[in-house]
């Protein structure tokens, strides 16, 4: 199999690159700042050349508050790349699988999202990635956009990774406790997204819209209580008290969803595919992760 990935640098594209060569597929992976993904002439000579049989975008401007100031940069990267990569894939003749994000929705709901409820986004980065996606669907028939949430992996910038530092430097650590929802590690659903391109391209199909994150529900002031339970047994942490505070005392330029559960039951149903605990994963990222940011007190 032969596919071309966009954001190859980031959390999940560095994932996909990985585990794609492991499992022996041809995979030609771009990112900035040598090409943008809103740059529809460079991207459509890069895809004619390379002649892939997927393409997988994992390119995103994925800074919620900044999306806020900078509003053009998320434009460009969450829906005029979306848009490009789909009328090329059109053309082409090749399916595309767009990552999209649980900042689509509003947060309102108390129970899991399903893929086909309303969309209606709180800030900048969430209202470019809902028009990505919207691209995607009125531009290419064979598409999958697939829905993550609350995104880490050993080697970006994500909250474990925060959490990690301020652990280190701080006994009291605050923690919103009123935002709720599923972590993802970037490792799973890269391996999710790579057996849904297989199912896809040997089927032609299922296309459509689902959700892939963690299994579990929690805050990020639980998230953040589990990353230090667990990353006690590895290394010394400073921090003693994890205190939960609400979204109020924690003010951000970006209004984010108090509640964006994802439903992955379509995935399982029609790929066959079953999201492990939120916590089983974290247990396996952690050693990488604290291997990447040793303790500078030990080193
Ligand atoms: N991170 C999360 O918590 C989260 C949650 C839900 C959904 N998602 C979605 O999951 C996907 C992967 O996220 P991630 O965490 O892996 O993101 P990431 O680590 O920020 O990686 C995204 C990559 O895309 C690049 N990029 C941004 N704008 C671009 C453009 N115009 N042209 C080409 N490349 C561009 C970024 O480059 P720069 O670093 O130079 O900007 C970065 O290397 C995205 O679709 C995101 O919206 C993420």
Redesign the pocket.
Known sequence: MKIFV??A?????RELIQQGSKDGLHLQGI??PE????DSASLKALIEKYSPELVLN?????MVDKAEAEPQLAE??NHI?PANLSEICKKQKVPLIH?????VFDGERRTPYLPDEPMNPLSVYGRT?AAGEEAVRELLPRHLIVR????YASN?A?FVATMLRLGREHKKIRVVSDQFGSPTC?ADLATALLSMGRQVLKNDGPWGTYHFCGSGITSWHGFAMAIFEQAKSHTALAVEEVEPITTSEYPTPARRPAYSALDCSWTTKDFGIVPRLWQESLEETLPNMLARYPDPKES
């Open positions: 966009t954001g640098k980031g959390q999940l594209g990112d900035l090409h943008d993904i809103a994992a390119a995103a401007f994925t460009a990267g790349g990552i999209s994000t649980d900042f990635k993550t949430s609350w995104l970006g994500n970037a």
